[in-house]
């Protein structure tokens, strides 16, 4: 029992030196070559590991980076855009001032912008027409239905693009309001133009005669319009009106309305002293239907323009008497 003992215990012991006895050198051919290539070898792994972390990392920066720059160049929605007043101001300024330029540049070189000597010669000229979707810019279309009333009418161009056609549906219905009585029109009117800073501009027809219209409609009388403008303030229901009467039918019709027919009106009642129409100061015209029946109608115009005459020689259609405008017999 005793030498078992002894025996592990020198056992162990020589384990135990031979494990911590330091290893033998390796040859001098063998050693230094070993040990660099394989500290370069560590070395050049973890260089390469720490390259590629590196560029991960050199990206992940640059691609931060590129967020917050996109953050700042997009608007946040919670900030609300600046408005600078004074610039919108300033633009809407010299827009107006470049208008205007135009327009005294245009009025030096002669009537509407064009050479006097052609205006002179000109028999005919056509103010409106319908080519485009922009020409329906220039008019307005309203109904009874401001007062109450049930009429409605449209304007849109026509399939094939060459003219306008107004249509709707007329209702003498009078509003329940309990004040109206009557009711029951349709109407469309041309915009009055304007020029530079807003200003009011008119029509130039005093060399023509004839009011002339391409149209075509469904049989319906309706009430031609004329605004002049020569006054300050312009009171709104005072016109010149004359009967336009439409043949229905699928073909076109050419209407011709001296303007020493147009009578002078005013909220929808020919006044007893009548006057001739001003034709250098003409601001808009307009087509009114109000003939009291009920239902459908439409009317399609090609262009509207006027010209010269030569066999219509008449000045003013009406007359009038010293008891009436004595001012026109002084």
């Not at 005093?206 to 031609?224: A, C, E, H, I, K």
């Not at 020919?270 to 250098?280: A, E, I, K, S, T």
């Amino acid at each position: 029992m005793a030498m078992t003992s002894i025996y592990k215990l020198l056992t162990g012991t020589y384990v135990h030196r031979n494990f911590l006895r330091p290893r033998a050198a390796l040859p001098p051919f063998v050693g230094n070559h070993f040990v660099d290539y394989s500290s370069n070898s560590l070395q050049k792994k973890v260089t390469s590991a720490d390259r590629v972390s590196q560029q991960g990392k050199t990206e992940e920066g640059l691609q931060a980076h590129d967020h917050k720059e996109v953050a700042l160049d997009a608007p946040s929605p919670d900030r609300t855009p600046e408005v600078s007043f004074d610039k919108a101001i300033r633009d809407e300024a010299i827009e107006h001032f470049r208008r205007f330029k135009d327009e005294i540049v245009a009025h030096l070189r002669g009537p509407d912008g064009r050479p006097l000597q052609e205006v002179i010669v000109e028999q005919a000229r056509v103010v409106w027409q319908f080519r485009e979707k922009e020409d329906l810019d220039k008019w307005t279309v309203t109904s009874d239905k401001t007062i109450g009333g049930r009429s409605e009418v449209f304007l849109k161009m026509s399939k094939n693009n060459r003219s306008a056609l107004l249509y709707g549906t007329l209702s003498s219905e009078a509003p329940q309001d309990g004040d109206s009585r009557q009711s029951g029109y349709c109407a469309m009117i041309s915009r009055i133009p304007r020029g530079a800073f807003e200003r009011k501009l008119s029509y130039d027809w005093s060399q023509f005669n004839t009011l002339y219209l391409r149209v075509r409609g469904d049989g319906r009388p309706w009430m031609v319009n004329i605004k002049q403008d020569t006054e300050f303030i312009q009171r709104k229901n005072q016109m010149y009106s004359y009967f336009m009467f439409t043949r229905g039918g699928p073909y076109w019709q050419e209407v011709k309305i001296p303007f020493s027919k147009f009578f002078f009106s005013n909220q929808g009642r020919v006044r007893d002293v009548q006057g001739p129409l001003v034709l250098d100061k003409i601001s808009s015209i307009g087509f009114t239907l109000s003939d009291k029946v009920d239902g459908p109608f439409f009317l399609e115009i090609d262009f509207i323009g006027v010209f010269t005459d030569p066999a219509h020689t008449e000045e003013f259609a009406y007359e009038n008497s010293p008891a009436l405008n004595p001012r026109l017999f002084r």
